[in-house]
């Protein structure tokens, strides 16, 4: 532990970059449950605080206001911990409780020889954070760092762990809101502590173990990490908490040049087979999985033409891909002459492996009919469009259409039928629109004259909208087929629904 | 060329032709698929070669067109198919291109694995023939019906259908108007099925592998409830016939009032 070395990057105006670009003497809020969380220096100027009622805070400064967008700060910080991972493996990004406050902690204690020094490194991290107002906090542990970015001592490059712990000593103890909750914080202040250096005296006094009793054991784990102290232990090393490595997010790139421009479709087939194959094999060897990848083909002007490849299950093997990507051209021509074609994959999620029950019967096909299905679907719906493969489902209600739904072949359907529905007569075809049957001189026909056989069975419900009430029966139509027909009692007329074929 | 003296390479003698499978010889059952699923009625397994719906094979079935100027056909399709349907107990039922859309609860009754039937809309003839061979050739896809889009199929397009479906091990039906009948079709089996008021009407008028099926019909037996009772089409004749009161007297089922509170 005596080795590490902290650099905390705290970003005060972290809720601002979502947002475009004012002037300085522009009073700018952001806000969060209608309460402000961020106000620049001319809306605190102006008298605004953090925690005010909107309506106040406009009142007293006349500022422009946003909400908050948690995602994209979220994304910014991302981006900053892939662009500090240059300088150091060991960066992550640290998002506070209750100060708006967020920002990065880097471990850099590793990686001062490589360039050049403290002061150097430094140097290079500022130029990296130049486009964010930044406080630096340097100290032996990451949440004395995160403390002393609050101090802005300058970085001379030849601290000791020493002049950390005398300048942790200076901290009030109201700082340490962001990481206890506010009643010890309470407590603290009302024992006589207003300072570090208030509690690490009472330690030097008394030992660890008085703060232990009076606070907790874990309040004592708390103050024992910032400061750093080295406890009894035989082997230090074994109880300290390991740093966490940052893994870069992954996503897959290819590209292929052609050496003469190719024209047709057929002679794409190899290039593609071998991109995706790729592809498959960078999903194997890191176990992910992909849902959707990306092709761009470009003409020698670098004009491009984008093609995009979804299925419903993730996928770490490239058949799917090639198939349905083979489906998408063969249902357009190819916009130019093609002189190189890129393939990206950017989400690629954990590869979770179906779980197989054991089988001893050597059956297989209940396993893998899933993945099969998800092969068959893919390819239809890339021909056909996505509504144009479902199942349907029963579902309650009252209304005879409004008693089947379609849905997408992965979920599972109803197939409880009430007890009242189970001898009821229903059709196995359904107009979704019900076509009108024309009744003339006591005669019903449709398309051929109709004879009711059974009925009526009445239908009432819906009374809460447009009131139904309809009287069902089967008939025959002279040629044999039998039709279900209703007469709205409401407007009078009749109405061919369905057809009984089984 | 002389006529008489053909190519000796080019050369095909008619016993290399009569080995190919797929050469129709009359009655010789060689080459008929030997694969059957019972279809679940006795009359009709007794009509049909192996005693059921051939597998792996194009089973064409002619209807009269239910709708008027529409490529609706429908006469008793579920009555026909789903006591075969039952027996498959995994795979996919992938209906393509049906006249309606399928209604839950009369396929609930009719005992059909909602779970495992597929509806797969391809209206345009190119969609329907690209799906058609895609489902044959997949092994979940148990038993495949298909109802022919708008325009025709021409007999080429049959055949690339009857391949695929050689490909693959289920049961494919492909629903045709009665307008075709005179057309020739690649089709191993081709029904005509015609619902008549007290029963429905199928005739097998080609099989591989049998010559004299074409004027046997068989008449299957329609559920209870769709046959006209005698006095009630009296009653219908005498009086009005969508009147309530003539039906009520001999209503099978029982009249289900409800309302909704």
Known sequence: MKNRLWLALRLPDLPLVSFPVHPDEQAVCVLEKQRVIYANTAALGAGVDIGMDVTRARLLSDCITYQRDMQREQEYLEQLTAHLYTFTPYVHIRRSNIVPDSGLLLEISRCLKLFGGLKNLCGKIATAMADISTAYGLAHTEEGAWLLSYDNSPISGDENPADFIARLNHVPIARLADWRDEDEVEALKRTGFNTLGDISRQIETQSISSIKKRLGKDFADFITRLFGIEQNFQQTALFEKPVQTYQPKEFFFDTMQFDYPITQVEQLHTPLEQMLQQ?????????????????????????????????????????????????????????????????????????????????????????????????????????????AIFKVSYKDSHIPEQTCEKLSAFTPVNQQLPQIHQHALRPTWLFENPLPAQYRQQTLSWRGTLQLLTGPERIEGYWWAAPKARDYYIAAREDGLRVWVYKDLVEGSWFVQGVFAG | MNPDKPNPNKLITLEQLLQRGDIWRGQSQGFAPQAALDSGHAELNECLLHKGWPLASLVEICQPAALNGTNMVSQGEWLLLAPALRQLKEGYTVLLNPPALPFAPGLIQAGIDLDRLLVVAAEKKADFLASFTELARADICTALMAWQPKHNLSYTELRKCQLACSEGKGLYLLFRPLSVRQQSSPATLRLRAQLHLRSLEIQVFKQKGSLNSANTSIHLALPETWLPIAAHANLGQEQSPPSTHSTNNVSSIKRAKRKVP
């Open chain 1, 279 to 387: 592809l498959g094999a960078f999903l194997r060897k890191r176990k992910l999985a992909c849902q959707k990848v990306e092709w761009r083909l470009f003409d020698i002007y670098q004009n491009s033409h984008h093609l995009s490849v979804h299925c419903a299950i993730p996928q770490n093997t490239w058949k799917l891909f090639y198939d349905l990507t083979l489906i998408q051209l063969e249902s357009q021509q190819l916009p130019f002459a093609v002189d190189a074609i890129e393939l990206t994959c950017q989400h690629l999620q954990k590869w979770q492996e179906q779980n197989q029950s054991l089988d001893f019967s050597g059956r297989r096909s209940k396993n893998r009919g899933g993945n099969d299905l998800a092969l068959l679907e893919g390819k239809l719906k890339a021909r056909l469009g996505e509504q």
